[in-house]
């Protein structure tokens, strides 16, 4: 017998989201989550809303971004009605450097197709650069400033969401998911640690740890995990208002003074230690950008993983099977996606309609070795 209509499977971002979207939609959730809730990619990002300074180009993908980028400010204010968590949202702006001629002509090219978009973007030279961020390099040829690129405390916002969920009635379970268990073709619940917990829908949102769900369809080549590393520095005052990035990386202003700087990206499997290697690119990249930041005290180091996928796509929307629903793969967008990733799910467990057509998210899109 089942005890609840949807079983969420992990519990990130995307799985607190998702419950939270489905309760209030009036289904029974579970969400399964064999750790602390939103203790791993979720905890470890850097909480940067920043589809334009992330995109290669336009398309569906940069199109869903924005989308989701746009609910961010609603999405702030209900969570923190429902759980009484401020997720500091900052709609700071983030500027994008250049050190070279090269460089700058590739933010150039980025600055053009999104005005011909009618997004707001502008080329600034260095100097201009620096009369935003005064603590800016010296070295900095020019930058691409995108005013409507954002961010957001993720480590405050597991939190919200896990309360907010909890608060409307989802269930957390903690456990090992094994695998989907299916009758005649169809997902009709879980193998949590030997024992099948049974339900209408299984919404898979284990993000790196996808592939290990055995019956999901999810295989390690189709989902893996990319570590990302990152360092945070403090600072007395807060020596940049807006986010900034480089081609190497990024540092993350929050309004305590802290400096979020990241992040590698390598594929080592879950090994999940911080390396000298690592540190000491992502403080060459940060004192590339802001040499000021030299005398700062580092006060904490970490990893984590990201989903990452062979089309740098998610897989959102309907699974292998009846009954399975996946929300996986979203690699350095998980923070950003996690407000339309959340309702889009809901809607199609609900049978209704996604408000966005989910085609170029699907499984079976030709990335998806079946696992």
Same mark, same amino acid.
């Given at each position: 017998?089942?005890?609840?209509?949807?079983?969420?499977?992990?519990?990130?971002?995307?799985?607190?989201?998702?419950?939270?979207?489905?309760?209030?939609?009036?289904?029974?959730?579970?969400?399964?989550?064999?750790?602390?809730?939103?203790?791993?990619?979720?905890?470890?990002?850097?909480?940067?809303?920043?589809?334009?300074?992330?995109?290669?180009?336009? &398309?569906?993908?940069?199109?869903?971004? =924005? %989308?989701?980028?746009? /609910?961010? #400010?609603?999405? @702030?204010? *209900? $969570?923190?009605?429902?759980?009484?968590?401020?997720?500091?949202?900052?709609?700071?702006?983030?500027?994008?450097?250049?050190?070279?001629?090269?460089?700058?002509?590739?933010?150039?090219?980025?600055? &053009?197709?999104?005005?011909?978009?009618? =997004? %707001?973007?502008?080329? /600034?030279? #260095?100097?201009? @650069?620096? *009369? $935003?961020?005064?603590?800016?390099?010296?070295?900095?040829?020019?930058?691409?400033?995108?005013?409507?690129?954002?961010?957001?405390?993720?480590?405050?916002?597991?939190?919200?969401?896990?309360?907010?969920?909890?608060?409307?009635?989802?269930?957390?379970?903690?456990?090992?998911?094994? #695998?989907?268990?299916?009758?005649?073709?169809?997902?009709?619940?879980?193998?949590?640690?030997?024992?099948?917990?049974?339900?209408?829908?299984?919404?898979?949102?284990?993000?790196?740890?996808?592939?290990?769900?055995?019956?999901?369809?999810?295989?390690?080549?189709?989902?893996?995990?990319?570590?990302?590393?990152?360092?945070?520095?403090?600072?007395?005052?807060?020596?940049?208002?807006?986010?900034?990035?480089?081609?190497?990386?990024?540092?993350?202003?929050?309004?305590?003074?802290?400096?979020?700087?990241?992040?590698?990206?390598?594929?080592?499997?879950?090994?999940?230690?911080?390396?000298?290697?690592?540190?000491?690119?992502?403080?060459?990249?940060?004192?590339?950008?802001?040499?000021?930041?030299?005398?700062?005290?580092?006060?904490?180091?970490?990893?984590?993983?990201?989903?990452?996928?062979?089309?740098?796509?998610?897989?959102?929307?309907?699974?292998?099977?009846?009954?399975?629903?996946?929300?996986?793969?979203?690699?350095?967008?998980?923070?950003?996606?996690?407000?339309?990733?959340?309702?889009?799910?809901?809607?199609?467990?609900?049978?209704?309609?996604?408000?966005?057509?989910?085609?170029?998210?699907?499984?079976?899109?030709?990335?998806?070795?079946?696992?």
């Amino acid at each position: 017998m089942a005890t609840s209509d949807v079983l969420v499977v992990g519990g990130g971002v995307m799985g607190c989201g998702i419950a939270l979207k489905l309760r209030q939609a009036g289904a029974r959730v579970t969400v399964l989550e064999r750790s602390i809730p939103g203790a791993e990619a979720s905890s470890a990002a850097g909480g940067i809303l920043a589809p334009q300074w992330e995109s290669e180009g336009p &398309g569906p993908f940069f199109e869903l971004c =924005l %989308r989701s980028r746009a /609910l961010y #400010g609603s999405f @702030a204010a *209900e $969570l923190r009605e429902l759980s009484g968590v401020d997720i500091a949202y900052r709609p700071c702006g983030l500027l994008r450097v250049a050190f070279d001629e090269s460089d700058l002509h590739h933010v150039e090219s980025t600055v &053009g197709w999104q005005h011909g978009m009618g =997004l %707001r973007a502008e080329l /600034l030279d #260095g100097k201009a @650069a620096r *009369e $935003l961020e005064p603590h800016l390099s010296p070295a900095a040829v020019g930058a691409a400033h995108f005013p409507d690129d954002h961010q957001v405390d993720n480590r405050l916002l597991v939190r919200a969401l896990t309360m907010a969920a909890a608060r409307v009635g989802a269930v957390f379970k903690s456990g090992y998911v094994r #695998g989907v268990v299916h009758e005649h073709g169809r997902a009709v619940g879980v193998d949590l640690d030997g024992e099948v917990l049974r339900a209408d829908a299984v919404v898979l949102a284990a993000g790196s740890w996808s592939s290990l769900v055995q019956g999901a369809g999810v295989s390690a080549q189709a989902v893996r995990p990319a570590r990302g590393q990152m360092v945070q520095l403090q600072t007395r005052l807060p020596l940049l208002e807006r986010v900034v990035t480089s081609a190497k990386g990024y540092l993350v202003p929050r309004a305590d003074g802290r400096i979020i700087a990241g992040s590698t990206m390598e594929h080592v499997g879950f090994d999940k230690q911080v390396t000298a290697a690592g540190l000491a690119r992502i403080l060459d990249m940060a004192l590339q950008l802001c040499p000021d930041l030299a005398s700062a005290p580092i006060t904490e180091t970490w990893a984590g993983f990201r989903p990452w996928t062979q089309d740098a796509l998610p897989y959102i929307g309907e699974g292998p099977s009846p009954g399975l629903f996946l929300a996986t793969g979203h690699f350095r967008n998980g923070i950003l996606l996690a407000p339309i990733t959340a309702k889009l799910v809901a809607q199609a467990v609900m049978g209704e309609k996604p408000s966005v057509d989910l085609t170029p998210f699907r499984y079976d899109r030709g990335t998806m070795a079946r696992g």
